[in-house]
Structures are given as structure tokens and as C-alpha cells.
């Protein structure tokens, strides 16, 4: 008897779990499909209550017009651009300095490190004013110097790639290196030929948060653009925003939305565990 | 080798290959004009560009058309980097002038025989002057008076004279419109709510229309703005009853989800107010539509909108700049402003003449209703437009809600505008 | 032997230089010298062209007698603390469900919950400005299917603030329930078949366990969403430009709307001074309640 109603009790307890959870994860997911299906409507269908999940017929064209109104291709290949850009230099420049933290001494290794982390208390948000001034004085403005330089150095947010790739470096065990140090190897020799290969996941990480970063970015680009030309995606879409627009044109807005956000689910998708692993790693650790 | 080194080692190599290949491109020899507007704007201006290059096939423009016009002219100007040519509303022409940061386009006007300062309306070149030199800062280059939109049909159903042929009765004071807009708002399907208003409007950005009609006179000066009176009141209440207590315009909850241009494109409202360059957009719409003056009260009033063509003090090309400024502003470039229903051309012989009164003739509407002589005095400005106008409008917020009355409010903002005025 | 690690030494100066060396100067060209400039500007009135004003305090002064900067911090700090208060035990919850041994789909389920934290917050911005609108929005409707009343979430002075934190909490509790779940996963087993022997109750165990085992993820999680809710600007910029009245006017729109709206460069420099130093100081003040209240284990 008590046997019988230890189970029942832990039937309806999983029973309750699996409920809570598949409730979660319809409310995450229902926006992107409320994006998708309006985005695939006409005007009329997109006023009427109560709402209509399938478009009949899926207007298609809606993102014919989006092209027609706005130049999203251009907004893509400054995203594109910039996005790899930054990846590049991120990939570069954080490995170099993940590995001189982590495993080269130096004088002045864990003040300049310290510095370094600290910057992470510094959004890009306070320093909105100056940035503009500084990207004035170099002329930079409204080019993708501005766009991609600072980043690619790891100013705003690359001192958490550091970190992350400076923890990984940190977990090898020093055997690894002691016997190419007696051979006379050089520390770069060493960071190529014995580290990079190994530290293969905690790269993808890197790349892949680095591309998160960039992709998404919009207060960054905000404020160093000004001109259509030079917009990345994040702003391009704004152009569809009702109010300065004149019009509210909800099917097409979100249209632009759904083809901003998919390359990141995209690669989102195929690079999950990766991702998943590097937060792990950034947020746990030490 | 693995596929990670190779990864950098291509990297390193396309940034390199890369990064000065992309400052090239950033480097453009043509100067830049600055708009605000839509796209369907944008695909005019390009209309009046290439007539432009007809004239002028050395001078390639490039159109910036941001979609947060001010913050982004303010910041390419910081910059250093301003658009060759730009838009100026009146309002904001002081502020960047005082700023210095407009090029003083009177030697070009000297230079140029057949400027003909006085083919333009009167008032619109003197507000784009400096008011001591008297010095010409931007040339105006489209004007706009508010008129009533209205849907024929719905009209014809209800068995209304038309808006024009009330204002010739004499029977077109604001509370003349609220009876006309009740015998309009209908509730099509009885289910107890509105299907079709009678009027829709941007009342919170665009209450500007009204207080004049009141008999408030509520700029007084470039420092003395005065919106604590009854006569401002009346004018804000009754605006903000037509949704609340008539239920006759679709109010702010409605207007965040269809726009007022759109409550009435849809055929969902049958009154519409706003300046002539909607008519670019409407003239597309699939049915029958007029113009109409704006409704009066203790004043024959109607906001005018004034915008012009500004040169970039640091402009590189200030010859050629001056050049499309000239052409846009001249006879040839206000037709085809006319043409485009786009505003109303600031030149007087193009506004009175068939290039603008029988503009669009398809639509068959009444263009000269935009020329009615109905503004009173001239144009107004007053210094910080920008915070004193965030000021009022975020007072007046509560009074479109319903949560306090225009009276209440009044005295607030009042106090808020003058903390503003006081700054120096 | 002795010799080639005494060389290695100095070669690791050497190297250990030039690899810090462009991260360094994009650390002190790109963050340090804006910081710096920043602070002086914030000493001047600048209309962002022509000469510089010295202005000694006054930029200072004037912050904290301006009522719509403090509401402005008012409205940032309301913001943060609605996401401390409910998306974090959200997050934990979420991180608890999912770490049940009995469920299957773990990974598919992590993996749906993290996607909105992966997209671009100017769309989605755009997309919960339509979930949220009042008439025709999906939040709203499935609020009537419970019978619950129509909220006029982003026209509302006090409902857009909470619009705000809603769609903030939809977009990224799944980045905190990744880093709850590792730590929970990291809590060794022992601890809870001990305690389920001695009888304890799942409240019981959640508490003297979880809760104290779990407390560096925990204090790394509330840092980190405290830094990032304090900057919040894009949903204010996109889906209520700051208003009502107000209700959503944070402190980097107010700063953003000084400096690129208003001219007033100097004022909204001393502003962002102000951001920083709360950043900073908050930062250092969880340090020091880390010592006292984290539990390693």
C-alpha cells in the first residue's frame, strides 16, 4: 500500500514536470511562430480576432515587397561583413591573449589581466558620448573601420573570450608542453603546433559568441553609422517600424524580423553544444 | 594541415585582402542629400534627381534616408561628415543655425540672376534668414497646409453634403465636423463596436492643428510659449473627446496597432487630416477621395508645415550642392514637385498655375483648396523645439487616455516649458 | 636542463607581450581612453560641435535635480529588479525541471528554452511590440481565453514597464537556466541520496542543499543579469521610444536622447559617469557579500 502510493505520487509528479515543461517551451517558441505566420499574411488577415494561426493562402510575395521597400540585401552584406570581420579578429587576438594569461608568465601578467577582466563592468552603453568622439577624431565614422576595429581588438565584450579561452588553456595539464619547452620550442611554436588543436571545442565557442555578438549588435552600430548604406541589419529593420514609417505594416515588419533572426537560429542549430558548453565554462569555473 | 590553422591562417589572409578593399569603397566623389519620408518619397526625389542629371550629368547624388532623421543629421554633423544637402523644418532651422552648423547661401543667391526671391511665397524664404544679416541659411523647398481627406462614398451613403460645399455653407466650425464625423461613425456588423470612424487622426503628435483655431495664441515669442489658457484647453478637450466621450476617431490604443493614414487607406475611417504629402501616398488607393479645408472655430486656421533645402557649412562641394538646391527649388524642379503631390511648390507662379491646381487629374480632387489663404500671421518657432515639444506632448498624454482633463494638465506643463525657456 | 627553462623564461616575456599586446591596445585605445575623455567631457557643456564650455559641476548638478533623469534611474532600477525578482527563481525553476532524472528530450527542451537568448533583440523587439498590442496582440488574447482583462501593455504608463520585463525574461531566462543547470549537475549525488535516506524533503533538500551548494552559480547569475538589466536601452528605443509618459525612459535612452537628440554632450557624459560608478559599485559590494554567503563546495 504505502509501495502503491510512493508510485502514484510519482507518476503524477512527472506527469506535472513533463506538463510545466512542454507549457515552457510552447511559450517560447509561439513567438517566432506568431512572427512567421504573420509575416505571411495580407493586411485584412492580420487584423481579425481571434487570430489565425495558417495564412490562407501564404502570401509569399510579402518578402518580394520587403526587398522592393528597403535595401535588405545591402543590410545583409554589412552584417555579413562586419560580422565576420569581428570573428576574425576576436578569433585571433583573444586566442593570442587567452593563451599568453593562461600559460606564459610574465611581469605584470595578472594586473594586465585584471584590467582586462574589469572592462566587463564597462558597457558600450556609458561610453556611448566618447566612443563617437574618438571614432570622429579617427574619421572613422560611418565606416567599417568603426564597425569591425574595435571589436576585432576585443574592446566591448572580447574580454569575456579571454576569459573563456584563458579557463580552457588553464585546464591542460603542463605535461603537454614540458617536454617541447626541453626541446628548445619557442611559446608560439608551442600555442600552434600543441594547444590550438587541442583547444578545438573551446574555439568553436569563441567563434560562435563572437558571431552571436556581432550579429545582434545594435547600439554599437547606432551610434558609429549613419547612412543606409552602411546600416547593418539590427537598424535596417527599424525602417519598418510603424511610426516612422508613416504606416503600420505588421505583416511586413514582421517579415524583416524573421529573415534577421534566422541565420543565428540557423547557426544557433547547428553549433548548440558548443555554445551551450562555453556559457557553461565562462559561468562556472573559478 | 588541420582545419583550425588553416581557418586562421585564412582569416589573417582575408582580413588583409579585405579590410583596404572596403575603405575604397567608402570613399564617394558625388555629394549626398538627406531626406526624411518613405520609400514611396524616396522614389520621387529620385524622379526629380534624374531630371536633375539631365541638367547636370557631372553631379551624382546619393540620397541618405535614415530612419531617425534628427539623431543621425545631428551626429554626421558632429561628425564632420555632414550630407552635402538636407532637409531643415522650420522649427529646427534656429537651432542649427545657431549652432553654425548651415552654410550662408546668400553669395550663391547674388550670383544667380534668376533666383527670383520674390516668386516665393511670402514668409517662407524670410524664415530661413538670419535675423540680423537677413541672410538666406535654406531655401524652401516645399510647403504644406493640413486639409481634410475624405472618403466620396462614404459621404454620398450618409447622405452629407460634402466637406467643401459645408465650408461654402459657412457650416464647417469644429462642431460642425464632430456632428458631420457622428452621422459617419458606423458599426457595420452591430456587434456593438465601431467598424468605421469618422475621422481618424494623429492627434498626439498633430494637436498642433487646433489650439489656434481656439483662439489660443500660444507662441508668443521665441522664448514665451503659453499653453495655460482656457482657449488652449478647449482646443486640447475637445480634441481628445472625439475618442473618449463621441467615440467618433479611433483613440491612441487603436492608432499603436493601424495608424491614422491607414485607419483611413483601409477604408476604416472616413476623415482623415493631414498635410499634402499624404496625397503622394493615397493616390494610389482604390477608391474616391477629395480634399477639403480644415474645419475653423473662433479662428480660420490650418498648421502650415515649412520644409527646406540646407547646404552643410563643411559641405566639400558647396558649388555643386548649391546647384541641386537651385534646380529643386527652381520652376522646373516645384513642378515636378507638383506633379508628384508632394506638397505644395513654394513658388508662387508654380502653385497657381495647372502644373500644381490640376496636379493628378485622375483623382480629381481639389488641389487649389491647399492655397485657401486661412493661416494666420507668420510662421512660428521657439527655441529648444525639440525638449519643449517632448515636454508638452508627454503632458498631454494623460489627456488622450481619458485620466485627466486638458485643464488639469495645463498648468504642469506650463511650468515645465518655462524651466526649459530659462535655460540658456 | 636548467638553462633552456631559464631562457624559456625570458622567451615567455617575449611572447607573453606581443600576445596581450593587441587585445591591451584595443583595451586602453577603445574602453580606457573613451572612459577617460568621457569623464573630462562630462566637466564641459558641448552642444557636440564648436568649443568645449567648462562647466565644473554643473553637469553634475543639474543630474541630480532633474526629475526626469532620477525617474529615468527610478525606472532602470524597477526594471532590474523585476528581472532579479522573477526571472532568476524562473531560470532555477526551469534549470530544476529540466534536470529531473526520469526526463527524456532533455537536450531537445534546453535547446528550445536557450533559442530566444541566440537572436537579434531589435527583431524581436519588433515582434513583441505586436505580441503586446492591445487589441489584436496574442498576449492579450490568450489573457481573455483565461478570462483574465485586456492589458494596454506598452500604453499604459503602468503596464509598459512590465511589457518590457516580460518579453526581457521570455528573451533570456534560458541564458540563466543553462548556467543553473551545469551547476546543479556539478552538485555530487552523494549529498541527496544521504539526505534521502535521512528522510529530508524535497524542500528540505532544495534548501540545506541545493540552494547553498548552488550559491556561486547563483551569485555569478544575479551580477551578471544585474549588469545587463542596468543597461537596458534597445526594448525602450524599439518598442516604446521611452514613453508613456515616461514609464520606460531608462538611463541610457535618457543619455542617448541628450546626447544625440538634445545637444547636450557634457550632460549626458556626466550621466554615463553616473552608470559607471553604480556599475562598478555594485560590483564590488557582491564581492564582498560573496564571501560571506557563497559556499564552495
Same mark, same amino acid.
Given at each position: 500500500?504505502?509501495?502503491?502510493?510512493?508510485?502514484?505520487?510519482?507518476?503524477?509528479?512527472?506527469?506535472?514536470?513533463?506538463?510545466?515543461?512542454?507549457?515552457?517551451?510552447?511559450?517560447?517558441?509561439? $513567438?517566432?511562430? %506568431?512572427?512567421?505566420?504573420?509575416?505571411?499574411?495580407?493586411?485584412?488577415?492580420?487584423?481579425?480576432?481571434?487570430?489565425?494561426?495558417?495564412?490562407? $493562402?501564404?502570401? %509569399?510575395?510579402?518578402?518580394?515587397?520587403?526587398?522592393?521597400?528597403?535595401?535588405?540585401?545591402?543590410?545583409?552584406?554589412?552584417?555579413?561583413?562586419?560580422?565576420?570581420?569581428?570573428?576574425?579578429?576576436?578569433?585571433?587576438?583573444?586566442?593570442?591573449?587567452?593563451?599568453?594569461?593562461?600559460?606564459?608568465?610574465? $611581469?605584470?601578467?595578472?594586473?594586465?589581466?585584471?584590467?582586462?577582466?574589469?572592462?566587463?563592468?564597462?558597457?558600450?552603453?556609458?561610453?556611448?558620448?566618447?566612443?563617437?568622439?574618438?571614432?570622429?577624431?579617427?574619421?572613422?565614422?560611418?565606416?567599417? %573601420?568603426?564597425?569591425?576595429?574595435?571589436?576585432?581588438?576585443?574592446?566591448?565584450?572580447?574580454?569575456?573570450?579571454?576569459?573563456?579561452?584563458?579557463?580552457?588553456?588553464?585546464?591542460?595539464?603542463?605535461?603537454?608542453?614540458?617536454?617541447?619547452?626541453?626541446?628548445?620550442?619557442?611559446?608560439?611554436?608551442?600555442?600552434?603546433?600543441?594547444?590550438? $588543436?587541442?583547444?578545438?571545442?573551446?574555439?568553436?565557442?569563441?567563434?560562435?559568441?563572437?558571431?552571436?555578438?556581432?550579429?545582434?549588435?545594435?547600439?554599437?552600430?547606432?551610434?558609429?553609422?549613419?547612412?543606409?548604406?552602411?546600416?547593418?541589419?539590427?537598424?535596417?529593420?527599424?525602417?519598418?517600424?510603424?511610426?516612422?514609417?508613416?504606416?503600420?505594416?505588421?505583416?511586413?515588419?514582421?517579415?524583416?524580423?524573421?529573415?534577421?533572426?534566422?541565420?543565428?537560429?540557423?547557426?544557433?542549430?547547428?553549433?548548440?553544444?558548443?555554445?551551450?558548453?562555453?556559457?557553461?565554462?565562462?559561468?562556472?569555473?573559478? | 594541415?588541420?582545419?583550425?590553422?588553416?581557418?586562421?591562417?585564412?582569416?589573417?589572409?582575408?582580413?588583409?585582402?579585405?579590410?583596404?578593399?572596403?575603405?575604397?569603397?567608402?570613399?564617394?566623389?558625388?555629394?549626398?542629400?538627406?531626406? &526624411?519620408?518613405?520609400?514611396?518619397?524616396?522614389?520621387?526625389?529620385?524622379?526629380?534627381?534624374?531630371?536633375?542629371?539631365?541638367?547636370?550629368?557631372?553631379?551624382?547624388?546619393?540620397?541618405?534616408? /535614415?530612419?531617425?532623421?534628427?539623431?543621425?543629421?545631428?551626429?554626421?554633423?558632429?561628425?564632420?561628415?555632414? /550630407?552635402?544637402?538636407?532637409?531643415?523644418?522650420?522649427?529646427?532651422?534656429?537651432?542649427?543655425?545657431?549652432?553654425?552648423?548651415?552654410?550662408?547661401?546668400?553669395?550663391?543667391?547674388?550670383?544667380?540672376?534668376?533666383?527670383?526671391?520674390?516668386?516665393?511665397?511670402?514668409?517662407?524664404?524670410?524664415?530661413?534668414?538670419?535675423?540680423?544679416?537677413?541672410?538666406?541659411?535654406?531655401?524652401?523647398?516645399?510647403?504644406?497646409?493640413?486639409?481634410?481627406?475624405?472618403?466620396?462614398?462614404?459621404?454620398?451613403?450618409?447622405?452629407?453634403?460634402?466637406?467643401?460645399?459645408?465650408?461654402?455653407?459657412?457650416? &464647417?466650425?469644429?462642431?460642425?465636423?464632430?456632428?458631420?464625423?457622428?452621422?459617419?461613425?458606423?458599426?457595420?456588423?452591430?456587434?456593438?463596436?465601431?467598424?468605421?470612424?469618422?475621422?481618424?487622426?494623429?492627434? /498626439?503628435?498633430? &494637436?498642433?492643428?487646433?489650439?489656434?483655431?481656439?483662439?489660443?495664441? &500660444?507662441?508668443?515669442?521665441?522664448?514665451?510659449?503659453?499653453?495655460?489658457?482656457?482657449?488652449?484647453?478647449?482646443?486640447?478637450?475637445?480634441?481628445?473627446?472625439?475618442?473618449?466621450?463621441?467615440?467618433?476617431?479611433?483613440?491612441?490604443?487603436?492608432?499603436?496597432?493601424?495608424?491614422?493614414?491607414?485607419?483611413?487607406?483601409?477604408?476604416?475611417?472616413?476623415?482623415?487630416?493631414?498635410?499634402?504629402?499624404?496625397?503622394?501616398?493615397?493616390?494610389?488607393?482604390?477608391?474616391?477621395?477629395?480634399?477639403?479645408?480644415?474645419?475653423?472655430?473662433?479662428?480660420?486656421?490650418?498648421?502650415?508645415?515649412?520644409?527646406?533645402?540646407?547646404?552643410?557649412?563643411?559641405?566639400?562641394?558647396?558649388?555643386?550642392?548649391?546647384?541641386?538646391?537651385?534646380?529643386?527649388?527652381?520652376?522646373?524642379?516645384?513642378?515636378?514637385?507638383?506633379?508628384?503631390?508632394?506638397?505644395?511648390?513654394?513658388?508662387?507662379?508654380?502653385?497657381?498655375?495647372?502644373?500644381?491646381?490640376?496636379?493628378?487629374?485622375?483623382?480629381?480632387?481639389?488641389?487649389?483648396?491647399?492655397?485657401?489663404?486661412?493661416?494666420?500671421?507668420?510662421?512660428?518657432?521657439?527655441?529648444?523645439?525639440?525638449?519643449?515639444?517632448?515636454?508638452?506632448?508627454?503632458?498631454?498624454?494623460?489627456?488622450?487616455?481619458?485620466?485627466?482633463?486638458?485643464?488639469?494638465?495645463?498648468?504642469?506643463?506650463?511650468?515645465?516649458?518655462?524651466?526649459?525657456?530659462?535655460?540658456? | 636542463?636548467?638553462?633552456?627553462?631559464?631562457?624559456?623564461?625570458?622567451?615567455?616575456?617575449?611572447?607573453?607581450?606581443?600576445?596581450?599586446?593587441?587585445?591591451?591596445?584595443?583595451?586602453?585605445?577603445?574602453?580606457?581612453?573613451?572612459?577617460?575623455?568621457?569623464?573630462?567631457?562630462?566637466?564641459?557643456?558641448?552642444?557636440?560641435?564648436?568649443? @568645449?564650455?567648462?562647466?565644473?559641476?554643473?553637469?553634475?548638478?543639474?543630474?541630480?535635480?532633474?526629475?526626469?533623469?532620477?525617474?529615468?534611474?527610478?525606472?532602470?532600477?524597477?526594471?532590474?529588479?523585476?528581472?532579479?525578482?522573477?526571472?532568476?527563481?524562473?531560470?532555477?525553476?526551469?534549470?530544476?525541471?529540466?534536470?529531473?532524472?526520469?526526463?527524456?528530450?532533455?537536450?531537445?527542451?534546453?535547446?528550445?528554452?536557450?533559442?530566444?537568448?541566440? =537572436?537579434?533583440? !531589435?527583431?524581436?523587439?519588433?515582434?513583441? @511590440?505586436?505580441?503586446?498590442?492591445?487589441?489584436?496582440?496574442?498576449?492579450?488574447?490568450?489573457?481573455?481565453?483565461?478570462?483574465?482583462?485586456?492589458?494596454?501593455?506598452?500604453?499604459?504608463?503602468?503596464?509598459?514597464?512590465?511589457?518590457?520585463?516580460?518579453?526581457?525574461?521570455?528573451?533570456?531566462?534560458?541564458?540563466?537556466?543553462?548556467?543553473?543547470?551545469?551547476?546543479?549537475?556539478?552538485?555530487?549525488?552523494?549529498?541527496?541520496?544521504?539526505?534521502?535516506?535521512?528522510?529530508? =524533503?524535497?524542500?528540505?533538500?532544495?534548501?540545506?542543499?541545493?540552494?547553498?551548494?548552488?550559491?556561486?552559480?547563483?551569485?555569478?547569475?544575479?551580477?551578471?543579469?544585474?549588469?545587463?538589466?542596468?543597461?537596458?536601452?534597445?526594448?525602450?528605443?524599439?518598442?516604446?521610444?521611452?514613453?508613456?509618459?515616461?514609464? =520606460?525612459? =531608462?538611463?541610457?535612452?535618457?543619455?542617448?536622447?541628450?546626447?544625440?537628440?538634445?545637444?547636450?554632450?557634457?550632460?549626458?557624459? !556626466?550621466?554615463?559617469?553616473?552608470?559607471?560608478?553604480?556599475?562598478?559599485?555594485?560590483?564590488?559590494?557582491?564581492?564582498?557579500?560573496?564571501?560571506?554567503?557563497?559556499?564552495?563546495?
Amino acid at each position: 500500500m504505502p509501495k502503491g502510493s510512493y508510485e502514484a505520487k510519482r507518476a503524477f509528479l512527472v506527469t506535472i514536470t513533463y506538463a510545466l515543461i512542454i507549457f515552457f517551451a510552447i511559450s517560447m517558441v509561439m $513567438p517566432f511562430l %506568431w512572427m512567421v505566420s504573420t509575416s505571411l499574411k495580407d493586411i485584412n488577415q492580420v487584423f481579425t480576432m481571434p487570430p489565425q494561426w495558417i495564412p490562407r $493562402p501564404p502570401r %509569399w510575395e510579402n518578402y518580394l515587397q520587403i526587398f522592393e521597400l528597403m535595401d535588405f540585401g545591402r543590410y545583409w552584406l554589412n552584417t555579413i561583413i562586419v560580422t565576420f570581420g569581428r570573428m576574425a579578429g576576436q578569433f585571433i587576438f583573444c586566442t593570442l591573449a587567452a593563451y599568453a594569461f593562461a600559460r606564459l608568465s610574465f $611581469p605584470g601578467r595578472n594586473l594586465l589581466f585584471f584590467l582586462l577582466l574589469s572592462s566587463l563592468m564597462v558597457p558600450f552603453e556609458t561610453l556611448m558620448v566618447p566612443t563617437f568622439v574618438l571614432m570622429k577624431e579617427l574619421g572613422w565614422i560611418n565606416t567599417y %573601420w568603426a564597425l569591425i576595429v574595435p571589436h576585432g581588438l576585443g574592446a566591448f565584450g572580447g574580454a569575456f573570450l579571454v576569459f573563456l579561452l584563458r579557463q580552457f588553456f588553464l585546464t591542460i595539464p603542463k605535461e603537454f608542453e614540458e617536454s617541447a619547452i626541453i626541446d628548445g620550442a619557442s611559446p608560439f611554436r608551442i600555442f600552434w603546433s600543441i594547444m590550438l $588543436p587541442l583547444a578545438k571545442p573551446a574555439l568553436a565557442a569563441l567563434l560562435i559568441f563572437s558571431f552571436r555578438g556581432a550579429w545582434n549588435d545594435f547600439t554599437y552600430p547606432l551610434i558609429v553609422t549613419n547612412t543606409d548604406n552602411m546600416k547593418v541589419l539590427s537598424l535596417g529593420i527599424l525602417g519598418f517600424k510603424g511610426l516612422r514609417a508613416g504606416m503600420t505594416q505588421w505583416h511586413l515588419m514582421m517579415g524583416a524580423a524573421t529573415l534577421s533572426i534566422l541565420p543565428m537560429i540557423l547557426v544557433f542549430l547547428v553549433a548548440q553544444k558548443y555554445f551551450i558548453e562555453g556559457i557553461t565554462v565562462g559561468g562556472l569555473k573559478e | 594541415m588541420d582545419w583550425f590553422r588553416k581557418l586562421i591562417v585564412g582569416t589573417i589572409l582575408a582580413t588583409m585582402v579585405l579590410l583596404p578593399g572596403l575603405t575604397l569603397y567608402g570613399e564617394q566623389v558625388t555629394i549626398s542629400l538627406m531626406m &526624411w519620408g518613405g520609400a514611396v518619397e524616396e522614389q520621387e526625389v529620385r524622379g526629380y534627381l534624374a531630371a536633375f542629371n539631365e541638367v547636370y550629368p557631372d553631379i551624382q547624388v546619393e540620397i541618405i534616408r /535614415p530612419a531617425d532623421y534628427w539623431p543621425k543629421l545631428m551626429s554626421m554633423i558632429a561628425a564632420g561628415t555632414p /550630407p552635402d544637402v538636407f532637409y531643415m523644418g522650420f522649427p529646427e532651422f534656429v537651432t542649427y543655425h545657431e549652432l553654425g552648423a548651415l552654410l550662408d547661401l546668400q553669395p550663391f543667391v547674388d550670383a544667380t540672376p534668376d533666383f527670383n526671391a520674390i516668386d516665393f511665397f511670402p514668409g517662407t524664404l524670410d524664415a530661413f534668414r538670419d535675423r540680423e544679416t537677413g541672410h538666406l541659411y535654406g531655401v524652401p523647398k516645399d510647403w504644406s497646409t493640413y486639409v481634410v481627406y475624405y472618403n466620396v462614398a462614404m459621404f454620398e451613403e450618409a447622405g452629407l453634403p460634402t466637406p467643401n460645399e459645408l465650408f461654402g455653407y459657412g457650416q &464647417w466650425s469644429w462642431y460642425d465636423f464632430l456632428e458631420v464625423a457622428k452621422a459617419l461613425t458606423q458599426d457595420t456588423d452591430g456587434d456593438g463596436q465601431v467598424d468605421v470612424y469618422g475621422f481618424a487622426y494623429n492627434f /498626439p503628435g498633430r &494637436w498642433k492643428l487646433l489650439p489656434p483655431a481656439f483662439g489660443a495664441d &500660444w507662441v508668443q515669442a521665441p522664448d514665451k510659449v503659453v499653453v495655460d489658457t482656457p482657449e488652449f484647453a478647449e482646443a486640447i478637450q475637445f480634441l481628445a473627446d472625439l475618442a473618449l466621450v463621441h467615440g467618433v476617431m479611433p483613440g491612441v490604443t487603436e492608432l499603436a496597432e493601424m495608424s491614422a493614414p491607414d485607419w483611413f487607406a483601409n477604408q476604416k475611417a472616413a476623415m482623415f487630416i493631414v498635410g499634402r504629402w499624404m496625397t503622394m501616398k493615397f493616390k494610389t488607393l482604390p477608391f474616391e477621395w477629395d480634399i477639403a479645408p480644415v474645419p475653423y472655430y473662433r479662428d480660420l486656421y490650418t498648421w502650415v508645415d515649412l520644409v527646406a533645402y540646407c547646404v552643410a557649412r563643411d559641405s566639400q562641394n558647396p558649388e555643386a550642392a548649391w546647384n541641386l538646391v537651385n534646380f529643386l527649388t527652381g520652376p522646373q524642379g516645384q513642378e515636378l514637385v507638383a506633379q508628384a503631390g508632394h506638397a505644395i511648390p513654394t513658388r508662387m507662379s508654380v502653385a497657381h498655375s495647372p502644373a500644381f491646381i490640376e496636379a493628378l487629374p485622375e483623382l480629381g480632387i481639389h488641389n487649389s483648396v491647399h492655397l485657401l489663404p486661412i493661416t494666420t500671421g507668420p510662421i512660428t518657432v521657439f527655441n529648444h523645439w525639440g525638449e519643449v515639444w517632448t515636454a508638452i506632448n508627454r503632458g498631454l498624454e494623460p489627456v488622450w487616455t481619458g485620466e485627466k482633463t486638458a485643464a488639469e494638465v495645463l498648468p504642469e506643463i506650463q511650468a515645465e516649458i518655462d524651466r526649459i525657456l530659462a535655460e540658456d | 636542463m636548467f638553462g633552456k627553462l631559464g631562457r624559456y623564461k625570458y622567451k615567455q616575456w617575449f611572447w607573453g607581450y606581443l600576445f596581450v599586446l593587441p587585445v591591451m591596445a584595443g583595451f586602453f585605445l577603445f574602453m580606457i581612453y573613451p572612459m577617460i575623455s568621457g569623464i573630462a567631457l562630462s566637466f564641459y557643456k558641448w552642444p557636440g560641435i564648436g568649443p @568645449k564650455e567648462w562647466a565644473g559641476v554643473a553637469n553634475y548638478l543639474k543630474m541630480f535635480n532633474d526629475a526626469h533623469f532620477l525617474r529615468a534611474v527610478g525606472n532602470t532600477v524597477y526594471y532590474t529588479l523585476g528581472i532579479l525578482v522573477l526571472g532568476i527563481p524562473l531560470a532555477l525553476f526551469w534549470a530544476i525541471l529540466l534536470n529531473q532524472k526520469f526526463l527524456k528530450g532533455r537536450n531537445f527542451f534546453r535547446l528550445i528554452y536557450f533559442l530566444p537568448t541566440v =537572436t537579434m533583440m !531589435a527583431a524581436v523587439s519588433m515582434v513583441w @511590440k505586436w505580441l503586446l498590442s492591445p487589441n489584436y496582440g496574442l498576449v492579450n488574447y490568450f489573457l481573455g481565453l483565461v478570462g483574465l482583462p485586456k492589458v494596454n501593455w506598452l500604453l499604459d504608463p503602468k503596464w509598459a514597464m512590465p511589457g518590457l520585463i516580460l518579453m526581457s525574461i521570455w528573451k533570456g531566462t534560458g541564458f540563466n537556466m543553462v548556467i543553473f543547470l551545469a551547476g546543479l549537475q556539478g552538485i555530487p549525488k552523494t549529498y541527496y541520496e544521504a539526505a534521502e535516506i535521512d528522510g529530508a =524533503t524535497a524542500w528540505h533538500r532544495f534548501r540545506y542543499i541545493t540552494l547553498p551548494l548552488l550559491s556561486p552559480t547563483t551569485f555569478f547569475v544575479v551580477i551578471t543579469t544585474m549588469i545587463t538589466s542596468f543597461q537596458i536601452f534597445q526594448q525602450a528605443y524599439i518598442l516604446t521610444e521611452g514613453g508613456p509618459r515616461e514609464a =520606460t525612459t =531608462t538611463i541610457v535612452f535618457y543619455i542617448y536622447k541628450n546626447a544625440f537628440e538634445w545637444f547636450k554632450m557634457g550632460y549626458s557624459c !556626466a550621466q554615463s559617469v553616473f552608470l559607471l560608478l553604480i556599475l562598478i559599485l555594485a560590483t564590488l559590494i557582491q564581492w564582498r557579500i560573496q564571501r560571506r554567503w557563497v559556499h564552495y563546495a
